[in-house]
């Protein structure tokens, strides 16, 4: 024991994480990996306590690793931080972590394991708790998959009781008073006379000090501000406009750069000439990137319009030229060789469905846009040997290890600043801007350019939610569900990030992609013959990671199934999906929703109610959708929403976080898709991919639960119910089940 607090001592001093993985670092050489990334940054009078923490005389600073593109993670983080470490939220600073391995995120990890969310069976305990070491490695500093609050929860809250308790003991060995009768307070440690200490007074001496290892977290029942509605720290900076997000970044002589790459995705380049841009005022450069090219000029304007004046000569690849060439290669993918999980085969799958009356149908998804409000953007600099990049990324690590390679730098001579992010969903884990930055900062040496996508770039050239075809065949015996075969095809995303550099490591095809089969196969209902396979289509438009990823498809494929099937039956489905279910926190969301949505109530001849559930990020959620027959079509009306979360540090946030993502879902699911004409995409701004609007939001009633055996996020679970909860909706006032969307190609809506 006295070798394993050796070790965990060992680790705090170097990332302050022991507590957050038990005690995953036993073996020394991951301390390497771990030296704390603040070190090197420290101005004269400032002190790193962890790398979570950073105090100086001006005030204390608390280090928030995951990007903040509005969902609220950097309160939430800087709360977890600020319960232990005795301060107040409206006393402390926030600020992004600098790319480091110190900041690695074990739950992207975790999320990825072959393990249903309610398997709390030995084996899956075990991997959870390892998760660690491969995200230590391979260096996850990734901000997604609703996995910042549970993958911090622990380590957050340790590293402000280590600067606690080590603040403490600086106070001791200054007045000689013992530690244990000391206290702290408001940023200040107290002695027994009631002096009071500050810790911006103790900053220095406590840097001198070993660190305190594995102190006391605080339980809940003494929580002063986790578990209350925070004010948001960055709610100020966002309403003045003070807040720096990538597109703001001025630099002194700074240039602006506008992309523009081949119109058929995946192509390249052949030649183009830029004369007549080179000619235009205010115009520096045209910049070859490969695949496109990049204008540099004085605005941003001035760069956009100098692109419609290169002509260019593109490669035209060899992919399908229309939306239903498309999906003819998904259809020819349920082929037994490209198969790429089975992660659930229950009982005699065969032998139940033979002879037995068979409900079956086939689903289909588009390709999605992010969409993100705010462009792709990074401001870059080459500065002597240093290459200096300002952007809004979901992986710094991964961002400065792409953006060495594409300037052929060492990863030591780039200096990668993380932004705010004016939206995320994916996207910006994608690396393609930030290489492209880099390529226009080595052309253009020492000359910082803020290199900005053109909405129409972005919407046009992807990467994209895949399109993907779901498929299933039932049998129903005496009102009772009695076998499933359910299974889906998509290009596969690992593959994607991979080939374009988004992924920590190389992901080699032989590895299933789980985002495939993601809340596919392992929904909790507890049905004796179940079977789920995944198969791999080949590649077709780039795909990436879209908000619930691979959730996003499968539980319109999943939910709406399971109404079919309760339709068939004869049963209700609410009641049906209760009798089926095998875990007791996703039965209670479900009853949540069902009693705040009054369900079984009669609405009238030109209203319906829909239900879906999910178990999406590990985090159970249902939703009721309520649709209203109008004279120009249908309308969403209300949607209400439940999910555990196993504990809220936040209800405010957490509310808002679960209607964005309904309202996200909402929106795909009535009028988003990506289609393709002559092997170029169709869609280019909001004006032909039509994101919801204010006025087509429903009121959207929410309630949180806390059943669950662990924390969860929420950036993700509100959107995947949301497409089935409409479309059974849709069926139940209707008649009409459609099976593809948008559904709004189908039936109008307003």
């Given at each position: 024991?006295?070798n394993?607090r ?11 994480v ?5 005690v995953v ?14 070190t090197?940054?420290?101005?004269e ?42 301060v ?16 690695y ?38 901000t ?16 402000g009781a ?11 060995a200054?007045?000689?008073?013992p530690?244990?009768a ?11 006379d009631g ?5 911006t ?34 709610v100020?900076d966002?309403?003045?406009?003070a ?7 001025r ?13 058929h995705?995946?192509?390249?380049l ?19 990137i ?22 260019f ?5 060899a992919l399908?030229?229309?939306t239903?060439?498309h ?8 082929m ?26 086939e ?10 409000l705010?462009?792709?953007?990074a ?27 594409a300037a ?5 001579q780039?200096e ?7 939206g995320?969903?994916?996207r ?17 040496p ?17 990467p994209y ?19 499933v075969e359910?299974s ?9 990030i ?13 590895v299933?992609?789980?985002t495939?089969?993601?809340?596919l ?13 995944a ?24 939910e ?34 069902a ?61 808002a976080?679960?209607?964005?993502g ?12 990506i ?5 170029m ?27 669950a055996?662990?924390?969860r ?15 059974n909706?849709v ?20």
């Amino acid at each position: 024991m006295a070798n394993l607090r050796k070790i965990a001592r060992r680790t705090f001093l170097v990332g302050s994480v022991a507590v957050a993985g038990g005690v995953v670092f036993g073996i020394r050489t991951y301390n390497a990996r771990l030296e704390n990334p603040l070190t090197a940054r420290l101005g004269e009078g400032e002190a790193a306590l962890t790398p979570y923490v950073k105090i100086s005389a001006d005030g204390i600073t608390i280090i928030t690793p995951r990007a903040e593109m509005g969902q609220g993670i950097h309160t939430t983080l800087a709360a977890m931080v600020a319960e232990e470490l005795d301060v107040e939220l409206s006393d402390i600073r926030t600020e992004h972590g600098p790319p480091s391995s110190a900041y690695y995120n074990g739950g992207v990890v975790e999320e990825g394991y072959p393990f249903p969310a309610t398997d709390m069976g030995v084996v899956a305990e075990f991997a959870r708790a390892q998760r660690d070491i491969p995200a230590v490695f391979l260096s996850y500093q990734i901000t997604g998959g609703s996995t910042s609050t549970h993958d911090g929860y622990e380590k957050m809250r340790a590293a402000g009781a280590v600067a606690r308790e080590t603040l403490k003991l600086a106070a001791s060995a200054r007045t000689g008073v013992p530690v244990e009768a000391l206290a702290t307070r408001a940023g200040a440690v107290i002695l027994p006379d009631g002096q009071e200490i500050p810790y911006t007074d103790l900053a220095m001496d406590a840097a001198g000090i070993d660190p305190v290892p594995t102190p006391e977290l605080r339980p809940k029942a003494e929580w002063r501000i986790l578990g209350t509605s925070q004010d948001r720290l960055d709610v100020v900076d966002k309403s003045t406009g003070a807040a720096l997000y990538a597109s703001d970044i001025r630099l002194p002589g700074m240039r602006f750069g506008a992309v523009r790459r081949n119109p058929h995705v995946r192509g390249d380049l052949i030649s183009f000439d830029a004369a007549e841009a080179l000619a235009m005022p205010g115009v520096d450069a045209v910049v070859d990137i490969g695949n496109g090219v990049v204008v540099v000029a004085e605005t941003t304007w001035a760069a956009m319009q100098a692109l419609n004046a290169i002509e260019f000569v593109w490669e035209n690849p060899a992919l399908p030229m229309t939306t239903d060439d498309h999906f003819d290669v998904l259809a020819q993918a349920f082929m037994p060789g490209n198969l790429d999980s089975r992660q659930r085969d229950d009982g005699d799958v065969d032998a139940a469905l033979d002879g037995a009356e068979i409900i079956e149908a086939e689903y289909r998804v588009p390709y999605l846009a992010h969409a993100t409000l705010e462009p792709m953007s990074a401001a870059t600099w080459l500065d002597g040997d240093t290459l200096r990049i300002w952007t809004g990324t979901q992986g710094p690590t991964v961002a400065r290890r792409e953006a060495a390679k594409a300037a052929g730098l060492e990863e030591e001579q780039v200096e990668l600043t993380t932004t705010l992010l004016g939206g995320g969903f994916g996207r910006r884990g994608e690396m393609d801007f930030v290489q492209i930055a880099a390529k226009v900062a080595v052309a253009l040496p020492d000359l910082p350019v803020l290199v900005t996508y053109p909405r129409e770039e972005d919407i046009s050239r992807g990467p994209y939610r895949p399109a993907s075809i779901g498929r299933f065949r039932a049998a129903v015996t005496d009102g009772q569900l009695t076998a499933v075969e359910i299974s889906s095809t998509s290009p596969s995303i690992f593959r994607g990030i991979t080939e374009r550099g988004g992924s920590p490591a190389p992901i080699p095809d032989f590895v299933p992609d789980f985002t495939i089969s993601q809340a596919l196969w392992d929904q909790p209902y507890g049905i004796e013959n179940y079977r789920a396979s995944a198969y791999r289509c080949p590649d077709l438009l780039p795909v990436g990671f879209w908000r619930s990823v691979g959730a996003s498809q499968n539980a319109f494929f999943h939910e709406c199934m399971m109404d079919e099937i309760a339709v068939a039956a004869g049963r209700d489905p609410v009641e049906m999906r209760l009798e089926l279910m095998t875990d007791d926190p996703s039965r209670r969301v479900l009853e949540a929703v069902a009693e705040m949505s009054d369900w079984g109530q009669a609405r009238g001849p030109d209203r319906a109610l829909g239900v879906a559930f999910s178990l999406c990020f590990s985090a159970p959620t249902a939703q009721v959708v309520e649709v209203m027959q109008t004279p120009n079509g249908l309308k969403v009306t209300q949607a209400w929403v439940a999910v555990d979360v196993g504990v809220a540090l936040d209800p405010r946030n957490l509310d808002a976080q679960l209607i964005s993502g309904v309202n996200f879902g909402l929106g795909a699911a009535i009028g988003e898709k990506i289609t393709v004409t002559d092997g170029m995409v169709d869609q280019s701004n909001y004006h032909d991919y039509p994101a919801m609007r204010m006025y087509q939001s429903p009121i959207i009633h929410t309630r949180i639960l806390e059943n669950a055996p662990r924390i969860r996020g929420i950036g993700e679970p509100g959107t995947p119910a949301s497409a089935p909860a409409l479309a059974n909706a849709v069926f139940a006032l209707t008649g009409q089940r459609i099976r593809t969307l948008p559904l709004g190609d189908s039936i109008p809506f307003i």
